[in-house]
């Protein structure tokens, strides 16, 4: 049962400090989606990748975050500094080639900045 | 711009009973619509997608959907509700036209609330 994978799971940290988070898509996906999810926002994308190339990352505040993909097998995405307003839940999701809508999530990175 | 509505923030529903959740979205071009669920602490799951054809689309665990283009819905439905489908609904919502990238906007999801 393949899965897409994110660490940490949880991730407490203080204001200014970096924080990464990473993501393992799914063998074969070749679309990943970084997602940030907060009770009064919902569900935001923040960027996305095709075959590694960034597609979009207009989501994403551009002076502190930074996503990439070093490789196949690896999504991250950094903060840095981090802020008390980047306080949620961080989602990662993969999707096969040829059927780009039906992403696959995986569990999440709770973040707390204090 | 695309947009999605979810106007229930929460459904409550007796298990055996039919449930709907309800969705309505905006588009400029025709529509991709998609149902997902998300069950505590736990990422999204993908339930069904509407693309085109058949306006009532079947998707995992016995849910299905409508799509009804005149009233710009794609309501959420399951004959016999159980207890285990409580958990947060999400609609999704892509412009077709949207062919160079997939943003795809959700809604801000609706609890199902399914009492024994």
């Known amino acids: 049962d393949a899965r897409v994978t994110q660490t940490p799971r949880h991730k407490v940290t203080e204001m200014g400090q970096e924080v990464t988070m990473r993501c393992q898509p799914i063998?074969?996906?070749?679309?990943v989606f970084w997602y940030r999810q907060t009770m009064m926002q919902g569900l935001e994308l923040l960027a996305y990748?095709?075959?590694?190339?960034?597609?979009?990352d207009s989501g994403m505040p551009k002076d502190r975050f930074s996503a990439e993909m070093p490789d196949a097998t690896l999504a991250t995405l950094k903060i840095q500094p981090s802020e008390p307003r980047d306080s949620a839940v961080y989602f990662c999701a993969s999707a096969p080639t040829g059927n780009y809508d039906e992403q696959y999530f995986g569990p999440g990175t709770r973040l707390t900045v204090t | 711009a695309q947009s999605v509505a979810q106007p229930e923030d929460q459904v409550n529903v007796a298990e055996g009973n039919p449930l709907t959740v309800k969705c309505t979205y905006s588009?400029?071009?025709?529509?991709?619509l998609f149902w997902y669920v998300q069950y505590p602490n736990r990422g999204l799951q993908f339930l069904l997608k509407y693309i085109t054809g058949d306006n009532l689309v079947k998707g995992s665990y016995g849910f299905e959907a409508e799509f009804n283009k005149s009233q710009t819905s794609f309501h959420l439905k399951k004959p016999s509700a159980l207890v285990s489908d409580s958990a947060l609904y999400f609609c999704a919502v892509r412009d077709m036209r949207d062919t160079g990238g997939f943003k795809t906007i959700f809604g801000a999801g609706t609890r199902l609330f399914v009492k024994a």
């Open positions: 588009v400029s071009g025709n529509p991709y």
């Open positions: 990748f095709r075959n590694r190339a960034p597609l979009d």
């Open positions: 063998l074969g996906h070749n679309t």
